[in-house]
Nanobody, 121 residues
């Protein structure tokens, strides 16, 4: 499975960006999808997750109310709408897929490459 993230860029504090992550594979609707981010000198951290049925999205506390994760299964794509961006949101953003291989009960993780978000104050 390959994941291609895009949509990063340079914005000012208070602006919005929408990240996209397109996945390969014919069973995207069964993937649990998530976004993570990693700022320079810091560990990668969880941002948001959306399950296979697109219900009950889950967010890291600092982005609640500002970020929205969504998915379009017919386009094999997951999105991260980021509003009211803050300098602390600046990071490389990575999408992650959790996939359950046929015949197993253990999800396997796949990572995409990062897309860089820079927020100027």
């Amino acid at each position: 499975v390959q994941l291609q993230a895009s949509g990063g860029g340079l914005v000012q504090a208070g602006d919005s960006l929408r990240l996209s992550c397109k996945a390969s594979g014919r069973t995207f609707s069964t993937y649990v999808m998530a976004w993570f981010r990693q700022a320079p000198g810091k560990e990668r951290e969880f941002v948001a997750r959306i399950n296979r049925g697109a219900s009950d999205p889950y967010y890291e506390d600092s982005v609640k109310g500002r970020f929205t994760i969504s998915r379009e299964n017919d386009k094999n794509t997951v999105y991260l709408q980021m509003n009211n961006l803050k300098p602390d949101d600046a990071a490389a953003y990575y999408c992650k897929a959790h996939i359950l291989p046929p015949g197993t009960n253990v999800f396997r993780p796949y990572w995409g490459q990062g897309t860089l978000v820079t927020v100027s104050s």
